[in-house]
């Protein structure tokens, strides 16, 4: 029973030392529900969840959206504060310049940066590519992807200095309108990536659901 110590010790995403489960236990598991940002632009109610499970050396994915832009790819991530402090989702009145869009950047102040795709794969943390979910006709999508735990806690140790996944800590965030969308320059982007590809359009706080 004891034999899973060492593989959990390593991977263990709230940074503690996991006991193996005992039988009938649950897994640890987090969730987040989503609602929707930037709403009154996008003449739909984005909304759906996403779930977290360990299962042995992976981390089980599992994100449903109703409710977006339909036909388009949407980038997804966890955001999260490199310093490990709390990130909440942004609100409607963090529109710090006043051009009724919530962007990018006005998120950071209370979500930080984007941290975590989920893409093809989310352990690699490469954030530009296009091998994000792709909504249906009518605006739905599902995305479900088993993360290699330990590779992903490499790459994210590396690029945030000795620092763990910590889920409960962190948001999703969901993006992306069409590309004739017609946004102001005032809505800021991530580099050269056009801003109707990173604006926010729904977002969920991530929380420990199984009891520790
Ligand atoms: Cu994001």
Known sequence: MIKHISI????????SVLLPLAAGAQAETYKAHLTGINES????????????????????????M?????????WEHFHGFPDGRDATCVTPEMDANHDTYIDLGETEVVSGTTM?????KPEEMKIPTHTYPHASAKGDFEYRKLVPLKQLAE???KTYSGQSIDLDRRVVYIHGVPSDSG????VHSLGTVPSHVTIPIACGKIERIDTP
């Not at 959990?8 to 940074?15: A, D, E, F, T």
């Not at 109703?66 to 949407?74: A, F």
Request: aromatic share 6%.
């Open 183 to 186: 946004l102001p320059d005032s």
């Open 116 to 120: 975590v795709p989920f893409n093809d």
């Open 155 to 157: 790459t994210f140790g």
């Open 41 to 64: 632009k996008l003449g739909s109610k984005p909304e759906g969840d996403a779930t977290f499970t360990v299962v042995g050396d992976n981390l089980e994915v599992h994100i449903t």
């Open 8 to 15: 959990l010790k390593c991977c263990g995403i709230v940074g």
């Open 66 to 74: 109703r409710g977006v832009p339909r036909d388009i790819e949407h």
